[in-house]
């Protein structure tokens, strides 16, 4: 079975610009998750989707950063303009929902640099 | 809120000796999950194991072993006879039960196994 599958693996933009981060998940992996880990940290919940709905997206800096979910198959996640801080490794994972837990897989992620 | 402490940040050990890695939990549900991901130099989170806030049953699989104590909201996990494989950062992690799925992590503890 193909695991959670990201692109591009690295990438490094100036302060100011749009970077898109792509995501596949696991086939019929009915909810989808992306994650920021900034270096030194734990990951972070941005966004959940179920299906093509969102579910919480509390933590997302909703000014500069959006995602979407067509289908309810592949996800992307934009930011525009990046900043300085949001250099990070952004994480994707998706879950099949069953039985009495949601367990999740990760992806590779996606390192970002903001110069 | 939830939160999740990993208290040490650094180990190192040299081969074969035992490690324990230390996580205290705060949440006030009464129902909840904790897990362990692991999360090589390559950058993707692996699961090692879940328990629910019902189940203090402590647990041995292999090398790995795990200590659950809802008295003192501790979720340690012991690596026995380590290898340099395991190298990698260890992160404690949270779920509310009624979230689907969403974590919360603790800092993370980056293991290091000398040969």
């Known amino acids: 079975e193909a695991g959670v599958a990201q692109s591009p693996r690295y990438k490094i933009i100036e302060k100011r610009q749009s970077v898109a981060f792509w995501c596949n998940p696991i086939?019929?992996?009915?909810?989808l998750y992306w994650y920021q880990q900034i270096l030194g940290q734990g990951p972070k919940l941005l966004i959940q989707?179920?299906?093509?709905?969102?579910?919480?997206d509390s933590q997302l800096p909703k000014d500069r950063f959006s995602a979407e979910r067509l289908k309810g198959v592949d996800s992307t996640l934009k930011i525009q303009p990046a900043k300085l801080e949001d250099s990070a490794v952004y994480l994707c994972?998706?879950?099949?929902?069953?039985?009495?837990?949601?367990?999740?897989?990760f992806g590779p992620g996606t390192r970002l640099t903001v110069t | 809120a939830q939160k999740v402490t990993q208290a040490q940040t650094e180990i190192s050990v040299v081969e074969k000796e035992d490690v324990t890695l230390d996580c205290v939990y705060e949440t006030r549900d009464t129902t909840y999950y904790l897990f362990w991901y692991k999360q090589p130099p390559s950058g993707e989170l692996v699961f090692l194991i879940r328990?629910?806030?019902?189940?203090?049953q402590n647990e041995i699989s292999g090398r790995y072993s795990w200590n659950f104590q809802k008295s003192t909201s501790s979720f340690n996990f012991t690596i026995t006879a380590s290898q340099v494989v395991d190298s990698a950062v260890y992160f404690c992690?949270?779920?509310?039960?009624?979230?689907?799925?969403?974590?919360?992590f603790g800092r993370g503890t980056q293991l290091t196994v000398w040969p």
């Open positions: 328990r629910n806030s019902f189940d203090e």
């Open positions: 989707f179920q299906n093509n709905g969102v579910v919480d």
């Open positions: 086939s019929g992996h009915a909810t």
């Open positions: 994972a998706s879950s099949l929902n069953t039985g009495d837990y949601y367990e999740q897989y």
């Open positions: 992690a949270l779920d509310r039960g009624s979230t689907l799925g969403r974590l919360y």
